[in-house]
């Protein structure tokens, strides 16, 4: 990659100034603008080979640019780190989230699963960052939230999301543990 690199650097570099010295400088601005076609070639290329057409590559760049820019103007930095804690609301005993299931969902999944923070680890700024991904919550609150551990983050409706939220807190370094709730 390095080497290709180089090569690129060498041809953009001195190419203009052997061309210039061979054939005049009108020659200059054709070299440039085969360069800008051999890199479009190689980007359309590259899109083709992940199955889309161009059209459908630009209209998904740009249906990401105005999706990162919706949740900056919601002042979310990064995505959810599980997809389905956009719909969430503070649990009543004020500790952690509750995600609710959908009002069309079995009854079965009404208790939920909850996920206990028994320690942060050795990497407690990880665990914070995690947490605050997985519950949205401010970074104050996220922080005191994980010092009060051991203490209930979540509930899901679940098993598969509690395993999914238990592995990320655990790649962050954190203990968790998953108990079903009192029904």
């Known amino acids: 990659m390095f080497l290709a690199y180089c090569l690129c650097w060498l041809a953009v570099t001195w190419l ?3 061309i210039w010295r061979s054939l005049g400088w009108p020659y200059i601005p054709v070299f440039y603008g085969l360069a800008v076609l051999i ?3 190689i980007w359309v290329r590259q899109v083709h080979r992940r199955g889309q057409t161009v059209p459908e590559s630009l ?3 740009r249906a990401e640019r105005r999706r990162r820019a919706a949740a900056r103007e919601r002042g979310r930095q990064d995505a959810a ?3 389905w804690l956009n719909d969430k609301r503070l649990s009543p005993a004020g500790q952690g989230v509750l995600i609710t299931p959908s009002p069309d969902a079995p ?3 009404v208790g939920g699963h909850d996920i206990v923070l028994d320690s942060a ?3 407690k700024l990880h665990v914070i960052k995690q947490v605050g991904k997985l519950t949205r919550l401010s970074p104050k609150d996220t922080w005191d939230l994980v ?3 051991p203490v209930t983050l979540l509930r899901v409706p679940d098993p598969p999301m509690a395993d999914a939220a238990k592995s990320i807190l655990e790649s962050a370094g954190a203990t968790v543990s998953i108990t079903e ?3």
Do not use: I, K
């Open 16 to 18: 203009p100034g052997l």
């Open 121 to 123: 680890g050795d990497r």
């Open 181 to 183: 709730p009192a029904r």
């Open 59 to 61: 209209s998904t760049a």
């Open 81 to 83: 780190a599980l997809p």
């Open 107 to 109: 009854t079965y999944f």
């Open 39 to 41: 890199v479009v070639l």
């Open 147 to 149: 010092d009060s551990a």
